[in-house]
């Protein structure tokens, strides 16, 4: 069974940097895209950023240059490295992938930016 925990979230200024963390288990992690969406209060879903098998790498444009996704296959982990953090990133951020056929979302780990 495909699982998928997220950890990192937390409380911070903005300014400030976070590194979300994403562990996979019951899948070929290394053959998967891995994405990482948000979710603020009253908005919908957003994707956030997603990075290839190959390494390949997309961005919404409102985190551009701001977060970077990375993957380490050794340890079926992603990441989410966050700096400059703002205010409007604040949201539950969610590890998601698409794996014989489904769907696969992590719990969530909550962001929370103070001002």
């Known amino acids: 069974q495909v699982r998928l925990v997220e950890s990192g979230g937390g409380l911070v200024q903005a300014g400030g940097s976070l590194r979300l963390s994403c562990s996979a288990s019951?899948?070929?992690?290394?053959?998967?895209?891995m994405d990482w969406y948000r979710q603020a209060p009253g908005k919908q879903r957003e994707l956030v950023a997603a990075i290839t098998s190959g390494g390949s790498t997309n961005y919404v444009d409102s985190v551009k240059g701001r977060f970077t996704i990375s993957r380490d296959n050794a340890k079926n982990t992603v990441y989410l490295q966050m700096n400059s953090l703002k205010p409007e990133d604040t949201a539950t951020y969610y590890c998601?992938?698409?794996?014989?056929?489904?769907?696969?979302w992590g719990q969530g780990t909550q962001v929370t930016v103070s001002s």
């Open positions: 019951g899948m070929i992690f290394s053959i998967n895209t």
């Open positions: 998601k992938t698409l794996a014989y056929g489904w769907n696969y």
